[in-house]
């Protein structure tokens, strides 16, 4: 979130460097007998992923979620159809809310205000937001706030504060609602509509404690359109298998055949350095979306100019000024890189940033 004093700097938009600036890098000349390319960094090789059940088919350009212990997106808050933005403050754990102008700049002016709807949420290890409550049998288009606890007791157990109906500041959400329980730190949690119902599922990669998931299987828990507590969700089924490496999973339709992909983060075979990638469920294919990602220590995925393509927003944990938000605005098309060593799916910034200081947040999503 921004305090009274990180608000004037984020309204101090400037030239961002970019995270794929590291993944089309400058190159010098080969040695000489070298093959072209043969100095730069080399991808990941991806690890066997096994399909078992593929997500349902829609409009291409599906935009999913993410948030603090994995994958997050944005959502709409104050019921405009403009996707916000979702933040813990790192101080004093306050939740607020960046609601979207309405006009996509490339500045901070996307983003010019802030609005806190609660307070306490330091003791959350992971935070969302997605359609889980609703009316009549149909899911509202607002946004309720997922979380999972971190301390005590109750460690583990997933909540729901549903949206109020009205973007009133802390009148926004209402009490917490226990949905489930046995939710372990290591996990990857995103929220995604896995089979286009409207109602938004969770998907899990579970951590590997105990040797219990080396096969880094993610499952999904289907809404089951009535919320309803610990029955709001249905058990967890398997949907794919070979993210044990995974940093990060997402889901979104980057591929644009209207069909949801996994969008993962992986250690690349250079220490340190993170890849950004895209797996394709009906093809069963993945395909790299670039290096460098390791100068970002936040994913957001949205669709900040409206175009039903799926944006993606990444902080930098430095540069001048720091911790700027930059937007990586989908090209519209799909034709990666073999490589990943330049921009095709991701466009270049080009100076776009929606501002400094983003470090006061350690949830954005």
Do not use: C
């Not at 990180?6 to 190159?27: E, G, I, M, W």
């Not at 096994?50 to 603090?68: E, L």
């Not at 799926?310 to 001048?320: E, S």
């Amino acid at each position: 979130m921004i305090t009274a004093v990180s608000a004037t700097a984020l309204a101090a938009s400037t030239v961002a460097l970019s995270p794929s600036a590291v993944a089309a890098p400058a190159t010098t000349a080969p040695a000489p007998g070298a093959k072209p390319g043969a100095d730069l960094p080399k991808p990941p090789p991806q690890t066997k992923r096994t399909v078992h059940q593929k997500p349902a088919k829609r409009s291409p350009g599906d935009v999913g979620t993410r948030s603090a212990g994995s994958g997050g997106s944005s959502g709409d808050f104050n019921g405009d159809g403009w996707p916000d933005i979702l933040a813990r403050t790192a101080s004093n754990g306050e939740l607020k809310v960046y609601p979207h102008s309405g006009t996509y700049t490339g500045a901070a002016s996307t983003y010019p205000s802030v609005v806190t709807i609660n307070g306490g949420w330091g003791a959350m290890r992971w935070i969302g937001r997605g359609r889980m409550a609703g009316a009549g049998g149909q899911p509202r288009a607002l946004s309720d706030v997922i979380a999972i606890e971190d301390t005590g007791p109750t460690a583990g157990n997933m909540y729901v504060h549903v949206h109020s109906g009205t973007f009133n500041g802390t009148s926004t959400l209402n009490a917490k609602v226990l949905i489930s329980t046995g939710w372990t730190p290591g996990d990857l949690v995103f929220v995604h509509d896995w089979n286009n119902d409207g109602w938004d599922d969770i998907l899990r990669r579970p951590a590997n404690i105990n040797n219990s998931n080396p096969n880094g299987n993610t499952y999904v828990y289907l809404h089951s359109k009535v919320f309803n507590g610990t029955q709001t969700l249905q058990p967890g089924q398997l949907v794919i298998d070979g993210g044990a490496f995974d940093i990060e999973q997402n889901a979104a339709d980057m591929t644009g055949d209207g069909s949801p992909d996994l969008v993962f983060l992986q250690q690349g075979t250079t220490p340190g350095e993170q890849w950004l990638s895209v797996y394709d469920f009906q093809t069963s294919q993945a395909y790299t979306l670039g290096n460098g990602w390791q100068v970002t220590d936040a994913l957001v995925i949205s669709d900040v100019n409206k175009d039903t393509k799926p944006d993606v927003l990444a902080r930098w944990n430095g540069g001048t000024p720091p911790y700027q938000l930059i937007p990586y605005i989908h090209s519209g098309s799909f034709v990666p890189d073999p490589m990943g060593r330049a921009f095709g799916v991701l466009k270049a910034p080009n100076g776009a940033n929606f501002g400094w200081g983003w470090n006061v947040n350690n949830v954005i999503t």
